[in-house]
């Protein structure tokens, strides 16, 4: 499996995750309002402490984003293009994001892919708190009031990064994690399902960035650094699959079945589970 030696000292523990009870929540967007604002206000007034969310058919207007690009220098393994701002309005296809905290302050992880003015379709990472919603759309979150996503220096990537904390509650139904580099992503869905008992399990949001990636067609991204979002993802009888949303580094968008065992993580990966309804 393809791996990348970062910049720090390896940490101990490739996965962090927490078991938690979560709270399904439906809102609309407000117009006017930057992306940042309009996603996180209403999880901040449920009291929310962490969330994932999920929506299609925004707006957006200005809209600015970057997209996974080739290292800074010998202090990041990869790192981000500059920030572009296409004119006029900008249609998102499909968007992940996962809520948290940053020095105190609301703050977003949001991956996603969309139809630029000039039609083209492309995706990456968008800048919510520089991006504006033109029209009113229905967002779907999962969110934790138990469960704390905050942002901290990241010795390991050199990144500061998403890291969930709390304490886990036995007899809940949903886990936050977090998959550190050069794990491969389906394995470790399995091997959190497996942590916290959770056999047959649905992924909900979730999103991160892989090495590449390999899918089970046998097409593959090349690149050593690709912006992802999960499409649909199950756990069934602890065997994990996983349908992706992949941004290569050129900014275009390729989606299918991950191939297990061949996609390691690139920086990190927020997943988020909850136990199926039998």
Not at 55 to 84: I, K, Q
Not at 153 to 180: C, H, K, M, W, Y
Not at 231 to 251: E, F, K, P, S
């Amino acid at each position: 499996m393809r791996q990348l030696v970062q910049p720090g000292p390896i940490h101990p523990n490739r996965i962090d995750s927490l078991a938690g009870q979560p709270l399904s929540c439906v809102f609309t967007l407000q117009s006017g309002a930057s992306l940042l604002d309009a996603l996180t206000g209403p999880l901040v007034a449920a009291g929310l402490q962490s969330a994932t969310l999920t929506f299609s058919g925004a707006g957006l207007s200005p809209f600015r984003y970057v997209m996974p690009g080739p290292p800074d220098d010998a202090t990041h393994v990869a790192y981000f293009t500059a920030p572009r701002a296409p004119d006029g309005l900008t249609r998102i296809e499909q968007a992940n994001a996962t809520f948290g905290w940053n020095a105190g302050a609301p703050f977003l992880h949001c991956h996603a892919a969309w139809i630029e003015p000039d039609g083209e379709r492309r995706g990456g990472h968008i800048l919510p708190h520089e991006s504006v919603v033109a029209e009113p759309v229905q967002v779907q979150a999962w969110g934790f009031r138990d469960i704390r996503i905050e942002t901290a220096p990241d010795q390991e990537t050199n990144f500061t990064l998403f890291q969930p904390s709390g304490v886990s509650t036995r007899g809940t139904t949903g886990i936050v994690a977090r998959v550190r580099p050069n794990q491969d992503i389906t394995i470790a869905v399995e091997a959190i399902a497996r942590t916290h008992g959770m056999a047959d399990a649905v992924v909900r949001g979730s999103l991160g960035s892989l090495i590449g990636a390999r899918f089970d067609d046998g097409t593959e991204v090349s690149g050593i650094a690709t912006e992802v979002l999960v499409r649909h993802g199950t756990v069934r009888d602890t065997v994990a699959a996983l349908d992706l949303l992949v941004v290569d580094m050129q900014g275009r968008v390729h989606q299918g079945h991950l191939k297990r065992g061949e996609n390691p993580v690139c920086i990190t990966f927020d997943v988020f589970l909850e136990a199926a309804v039998s």
